[in-house]
């Protein structure tokens, strides 16, 4: 049994899954469903500090719940303290969320180019600003996301930093910003960041199934683990986790029922929070056919259409085939 409840500030969640933060990915609709798979905190995307500001739609969309999605987190990601703040004081009264967590980890060029992200981890002045001016701002507990620094002590020093600053809790990815998705998740380095710190860790980086989940979170001693791209057109992988987690047994599945049965869930949580034509739902259907005998068919077809409406369409006829 490893599914401990965590703790972050007032905040004490059931278990201790997280779903990653993923531009393009963590929408409302996806957030609810890998809930109702069992993930027991949620993130969105990260959402521009200064699009947030300037009322841009798309980025005011991002930020959107629900009472069903709970609790969630919205992270920012930003390099300007002032903005940073300026948009989180927004976002806890507008959204409300459990948690404000910002990005120090995405090494996207156009991200770290405009000083965020990963290029924030290079000033460990501005990052201990950032977190402190939000941390007195804010009755939200905030939280950090990092990648690893090529030296262990490099880690080391801006996680403590962190921590001193406020933040309530931290996720480690385990790759340097340079290394994007190439290696493995360093696993010694996100260890030694649980040992050094007080506040909750998060263990992030190619959580994949049971035994990486159970590797992960034996090896690190970490308090909780962040799923991201195994839930992609997957969010099923946070209950599988969760009852090998639970039980040391593997849950039977027929992956092909699933994964359709899962995007059909997913285009109507969609329709009913009106976000289906905001929504990149071909990129979706394609990671929810991945690995299906009939999958190059079914994104052929997908392929072929117009709109969403007719993806909705085809997607509930293949689910009532196999029913
Ligand atoms: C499509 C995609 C979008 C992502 N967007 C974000 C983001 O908005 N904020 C963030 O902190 N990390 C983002 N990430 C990184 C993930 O949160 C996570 O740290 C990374 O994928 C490693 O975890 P994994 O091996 O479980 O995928 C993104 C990753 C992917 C694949």
């Known amino acids: 049994m490893k599914l401990n409840k965590l703790k972050i500030g007032q905040l004490e969640t059931s278990g201790n899954l997280f779903l990653a933060p993923m531009a393009g990915v963590t929408n409302l609709a996806f ?83 405009a000083g965020c992200g990963s290029a924030l981890l290079k000033f460990p002045k501005l990052v201990s600003e950032i977190v402190s001016e939000l941390t007195y701002a804010l009755k939200t507990p905030v939280t950090v996301k990092i990648r690893i620094l090529e030296r262990d002590e490099k880690t080391l020093e801006i996680a403590q930093l962190i921590e001193n600053a406020g933040a309530l809790a931290i996720t480690v990815h385990g790759r340097e910003a340079k290394q994007m998705y190439s290696g493995s998740s360093d696993l010694v380095a996100i260890r030694a960041v649980k040992r050094e710190l007080s506040i909750p860790v998060i263990a992030n980086g190619d959580i994949k199934d049971e035994e990486s989940a159970e590797n992960t979170i034996e090896f690190t001693g970490c308090d909780g683990l962040m799923i991201g791209r195994a839930a992609m057109g997957n969010p099923f992988i946070f209950r599988r986790i969760r009852y090998y987690l639970e039980t040391g047994q593997k849950l ?40 299906l005998h009939s999958s190059r068919k079914i994104r052929e077809k997908i392929n072929g259409l117009k709109d969403e409406k007719a993806i909705f369409d085809l997607v509930r006829s293949s689910c009532k085939e196999k029913d």
């Open 31 to 113: 957030r609810l469903l890998c809930r109702q798979h069992g993930a027991d905190i949620t993130y969105t995307e990260m959402i521009n500090s200064d699009a947030l500001l300037s009322k841009n739609r798309k980025s005011f969309l991002k930020g959107l719940s629900s009472p069903y999605d709970r609790p969630f987190g919205v992270q920012l990601v930003g390099s300007s303290t002032e903005k940073l703040r300026e948009a989180a004081i927004f976002v806890e009264s507008e959204y409300r969320p459990e948690v404000i967590d910002i990005n120090m980890g995405c090494p996207v060029q156009c991200i770290i180019g």
């Open 252 to 291: 039977e599945l027929d992956r092909q029922a699933r994964q359709l049965e899962d995007f059909k869930s997913y285009i109507t949580l969609l329709e009913e929070h009106n976000l289906l034509s905001s929504q990149n739902l071909r990129m979706h259907a394609h990671w929810f056919t991945k690995g």
